[in-house]
């Protein structure tokens, strides 16, 4: 984790606020993975109502994609192919890329703090806690998706 953390920590300073280095699909996909395999280790400490909860601070990125994906399908598009529909970067070509880094950067930090919050109330509420946070992303990307729509 302290490893991840590092690389992480030294590839920011190259690509915040503007990005020089190119990370790319196989850089990105292997912090992805990495992230993953940590959640997987942390998950087989707990419980099976209590391990969900750790999908709680990737709502804004798993909500944008499974929802962007699944139009893409519906619309019979090919959603293998490359495209720039994703509501992070709908939102960057409006608000700049850094803005919209900033806002998934605090709604991923404050997810982490109402789990921080939570930890010690009944895991019916925390589960709806993680169901609205869910819930808000969703309402989140479609906002963002809508007023596109509206622009174009």
Known sequence: ???????????????????????????????????????????????AWH?????????????DSSLTLLRRVRRGERWWTPHTQHAYQVWARRAGHVRVTLAYAIFTL?????????????????????????ISAAFLWWLIQRTERAAS
């Open 51 to 63: 391990a969900p909860l750790l999908l709680i601070p990737l709502a804004a990125f798993m909500v």
């Open 110 to 134: 404050l997810s982490l703090v109402s789990l921080h919050l939570v930890t010690e109330v009944r895991i019916g509420f925390m589960l709806c806690m993680g169901a609205g946070w869910y």
């Open 1 to 47: 984790a302290r490893a991840l953390l590092g690389a992480r920590a030294g590839f920011l300073p190259f690509n915040f606020p503007r990005a020089r280095i190119f990370m790319g699909d196989v850089g990105s996909g292997a912090i992805g993975y990495a992230i993953a395999g940590l959640g997987a280790l942390a998950a087989t400490g707990l419980d």
